[in-house]
């Protein structure tokens, strides 16, 4: 009945996390989107239909709109508990109802949300990079370092603008003979573009 995907299902929440103890998380809304230019028919598919009632488990989303649907957990207890079951959502062609793609929810029931972790190997911690010699004692000291690095007035620029600024304000060649040294107006003009280009 499922046969391969052929376009990209958009569905979220990507996977669903029941707490035994809190009943506000055993009702839940999955997300259906079809951004495609036409209109698609949709089906819901469970691992374990008896703990899972889903609300208009089938229906058809218009063109670039979506679709909620409700889903109830039925057996909230503790022998089902960190039992991992999955939905399936299956995108059909409206007309011709045949198969173009599908999306699975995993969803998991567990004692207490406030203790549930993910699973370790979908996260890794990351590593300190190797770049730098420097050693950070603290954050602050990271932020200074960066900040130092990236923000504030270079010397060099400021330098480079100085020179540029002085040269702008000789005389040049066509001006009278206020000064011994003058400089041409072609020089002045390259000295605007570089005063231009650092500031």
């Known amino acids: 009945m499922m046969t391969e995907c052929k376009v990209p299902v958009f569905v979220s929440p990507q996977s669903l996390t029941f707490s035994l103890e809190d009943k506000s998380s055993h009702r ?9 230019d ?8 469970c691992t374990c239909t008896k703990k899972y009632t889903v609300v208009e488990p089938e229906g058809s989303i218009s063109a670039s709109s979506r679709v909620d649907i409700v889903v109830r957990h ?18 059909q062609y ?17 004692r207490s949300s406030d ?11 990351l ?7 420097d050693n950070y004692d603290n954050e602050s000291e990271i932020r200074q370092h ?5 923000t504030g007035p270079n010397f060099t620029t400021l330098l480079m ?3 540029c600024i002085c040269g702008l304000l000789l005389p040049s060649s066509e001006d009278s003979d206020i000064l011994n040294f003058r400089i041409s107006f072609h020089l002045k003009l390259a000295l605007a573009f570089v005063l231009g280009k650092n500031v």
């Open 28 to 36: 839940q809304i999955i997300t259906l989107f079809n951004p495609y």
């Open 74 to 91: 039925n057996a909230p207890a503790p022998a089902f508990c960190d039992i991992r079951d999955k939905f399936r959502i299956q995108m």
């Open 161 to 163: 603008a100085g020179v």
């Open 94 to 110: 409206y007309t011709t109802k045949k198969v173009i793609g599908h999306k699975d929810v995993e969803t998991i029931l567990v």
């Open 146 to 150: 960066f900040n130092s690095n990236t």
């Open 115 to 125: 203790n549930f972790e993910l699973p370790a190997e979908n996260f890794k911690q």
């Open 38 to 45: 036409f209109p698609v028919r949709f089906k819901v598919f």
């Open 127 to 133: 590593l300190r990079s190797d770049i730098s010699n």
